[in-house]
C-alpha cells in the first residue's frame, strides 16, 4: 500500500503543471533558429550540413534563459565554443571503444562540473554532452568531416544568437519584470496564508497544519529576481535607470513580506479581541489585494491603472482608542505599528512602478527605500568564487558525485550501444544523460516524465509519418514541433517530451529520411531511463534522510545568529541596523529553503513508512517559527524605549547555546543535551510588555525544536 501511495505521489509530481504560462515567443524563436538552417541545407543539397546546424540552433535557443544582453550573449558564446569542440571529439573518437570509452568518461565529466557555473553551466554542459553524444555515434563520411561539423554547430549557434540578440531580441527588462510580477504574488499569497492562520487561531502558538512552503516560495522569488536584476546591473555598471528603480520595487517586497512575517507572529499571540481581529483580518486581505495589483501593474509596463495604497494601521489603531485601555492587547498596538511601516514601504513601491511605467518622478519615493548595492552584497570577488570553486569541487561535494556518476552511466551507455550495435543507440545515452540529476527523487519524476512524453510524442510521430512524406510538410511539422516543446518546458517537462520526440526524429533523421522510427525511440528511452534510475541508486547515492541534518543544523546556527544581531542593535533605530538585521534574516531564509527543499526531496525518495521524517517536518515548522518570532522582536524595538538591549542578553546567552547544541545533535545523530532551565534568566521583566511576551513564544519554540531533534535521535530510533 505504501508502495502504491509512493507511486501514485510520483505519477502526480510528474504530471503536474506549474503556475508558470507558455512560454510562446522563446517557441516562436526556437523553431526559427531549427527550422531555418534545416530549409536551407536542404535546399542546398546538403542535408548532413543541415542537421548539425539544426542541432546548433536548438541548442543556442534552449540555452537562452533571458536577462541581461551581456549575460546571453556570454552563455551562448560559451555553448559555440563549447559545441565545436564536442562535436569534433565526438568525430575523432568514433570507431574505436577503447578511446571512446575514456573520452566520453572524461568530457562528461568536465561537461558537469560545469554546474560550478549556475544554470549557464547546466546548459551549456548538457548541451555540448548531447552534441558529442550525436557526433560519436554518426560516423564522418570523409576527413573534411571533422572540421565541417564543428563549423556547422558554430553557424547554427550563431543563427540563434542573432535571432536572440538582433532579429528577435527578449525585451532586456521583461525578465525582470516577470520575476518581480511573481515576487510580488508570491506575497499575496503568503499574506493570504497569514490571514488563514490568524483567522482559525485558536491558542498562542500557530497551528501545526499550516504549511510554511509559501514563505519559502516568496523568498525563492525574492532571490531570483535580484539575481536577474544583478546581470542588468553588471550589463549597465553606475548607471540610474529603470533597474534601479525595479531593484527599489524589489526591495519594497522583501520589506513587506518581513513585516507580514512579525504581523502574523503579532496577532497569533495576542489574547483575542473579536473586534479588533476582524478588523485585523480586513486589513491583512487589503495588504493581499495590493501585491496582485503590483504583481498585475509590472507586467503591463504602460497604461498601468495608478495603484493606492489605503490601508495602514490607523483603522486598527483608531478601534483601540475606542475601547477600555484594560481590555485591548498590546499586541493590536504593535500590528498597528507594523502596518504602518508596512504601508510606507508598500507606497513606494507603489510610486516607483508608477515612475517605471511612465508616470512622473517624485523625487522623495526613492529615499523611502534604499536600494541595495548589488556590487557590494552580490558580485563575488575573485577570491571568494575561487573558494567557493574549491568548496564545490572537494571530494565529498555532490557535484563531484554527480559529475562521476553521469560519467559512469554515459560511458555505460556508449558501450551498451556499440557492443550490442544498437540502432539509434545515441537515443538511448541522451536519455541517460537528461533523465540523469542530482538528486534520486528528482530523477525518478524526470524518469516518469520522459518516459510519458516519450510514449506519447511517439504515437504522434508515428501518426503524422505515416501521413506526411514531402519534405516541406516535414519542415512545417518541424516548425510546430519545436515550437510547442521550447514553449511547454516552463509549463511541465513530461509535455516538453511530448513535443521532443518527433522533434528530435526530425533533426537527427532529417539526413537519412527515416520518418518511422517511433518504436524504437520509446525502447531506447525505456532502456536509458532504467539505465539512469540504475545509476542513481547504485552509483554514490546520496539519500536526502542524511543531508537534512546538515542543512536544518544550517538553519539553526542562522537563526541563532540573526537573534544575536536583533538583541546587540535592539536600541539602535538606524537604517545600518535595520540593513545589518535584513542581511542576517536574508541568510536564515536562504538556508531554511535549502533544509526544506532538502526534505522534499527525501519525502519524494522515501520508501514505505514515511513517520520517522515526522519529527524533521516539527523541527522544520518551528525552526520557520523562530523566525518568525525574531522578526517580531526586530519590528517590536521601534515601539521600545532606549535600554532593552542589556536586558536581552540573558535571552541570547540561553538560546544560543541551545540552538548551538541542537544543531551539532542534527549533524551527529545524537540525542541533545537536557534542556536548560529558560524560566529563571527570561523573567526579567523586558521594557515593553510586547517584548515579553516575543521573548517568552521564543523560549516555547526553542522548547518544542529540543523535542523534535530529540525526536529524530537514536535512542528514539
Known sequence: MASFRRALHTFRTATSVSAARPAYAAGLRASLATVVPLAVGQYLGHAGAATWMSLGGFNGALSDKGGSYRARAQTMTALLVAGAIAATLGTIAHGRLLPQLVITFVFAFVCCLLRV???????????????????????????????????????????????ALVVWPLRPYRPARIAISNCYNALANYVDHVAASVKVQRTAEWPVVLSSTPIATVRTALEEAGAILVQLRRGRPGKVDRGERLLIITESADQVFAHMVALGETLRGAVRHDVLHERGLELIRAVAATAREMAASVLIESDAPRIEVTWSGEPLRTLIRALPPESVDP???????????????????????????????????????????????????????????????????????????????????????????????????????????????????????????????????????????????????????????????????????????????????????????????????????????????????SPERTRFPAYGAAAMRANAAYLGVVIDRFDDRSQVASEAMRAARRAVGLATVNAEESLQRALTESHGDERPLAPALTCLAYTRRFTASVAALAIARHAADGSTSAALQPVRLVLAPVLEDLAEALESGRMPVELPRMDAPLSREPTSLIVKARVERLARQVATLHDAVARMGPQAA
Open 117 to 163: 557555473w549556475g544554470n549557464p553551466g547546466i546548459s551549456v554542459g548538457g548541451a555540448s554532452l548531447t552534441v558529442y553524444v550525436v557526433a560519436l555515434a554518426i560516423p564522418a563520411e570523409q576527413a573534411s568531416d571533422l572540421w565541417a561539423r564543428a563549423a556547422y554547430v558554430v553557424i547554427g549557434g550563431l543563427w540563434a544568437m542573432a535571432i
Open 331 to 541: 499586541h493590536y498596538e504593535q500590528a498597528a505599528v507594523i502596518l504602518d511601516r508596512a504601508a510606507q514601504f508598500a507606497s513606494a513601491a507603489a510610486v516607483t512602478l508608477e515612475v517605471v511605467n511612465g508616470g512622473q518622478v517624485d523625487a522623495n519615493v526613492s529615499s523611502l527605500v534604499p536600494a541595495r548595492a548589488p556590487a557590494a552584497e552580490e558580485i563575488v570577488e575573485e577570491n571568494a568564487l575561487w573558494d567557493q570553486i574549491q568548496a564545490l569541487l572537494s571530494p565529498g561535494s555532490l557535484i563531484v558525485r554527480f559529475a562521476l556518476r553521469v560519467a559512469v552511466v554515459t560511458t555505460i551507455a556508449v558501450a551498451l550501444s556499440e557492443l550490442l550495435e544498437l540502432k539509434h543507440g545515441y537515443w538511448l545515452t541522451i536519455t541517460a544523460i537528461v533523465i540523469l540529476q542530482p538528486y534520486t527523487g528528482v530523477t525518478l519524476t524526470r524518469a516518469v516524465q520522459r518516459v510519458l512524453g516519450t510514449v506519447l510524442g511517439a504515437l504522434i510521430a508515428a501518426g503524422f509519418g505515416a501521413y506526411f512524406h514531402d519534405s516541406r510538410a516535414i519542415l512545417v511539422l518541424a516548425t510546430v514541433f519545436v515550437a510547442c516543446c521550447v514553449a511547454l518546458l516552463p509549463v511541465n517537462y513530461a509535455a516538453f517530451s511530448v513535443f521532443l520526440t518527433p522533434t528530435f526524429v526530425l533533426l537527427a533523421e532529417a539526413s537519412a529520411g527515416d520518418w518511422n522510427l517511433a518504436e524504437t525511440r520509446v525502447l531506447m528511452t525505456l532502456l536509458g531511463g532504467a539505465l539512469a534510475l540504475a545509476g542513481a541508486r547504485f552509483l554514490w547515492p
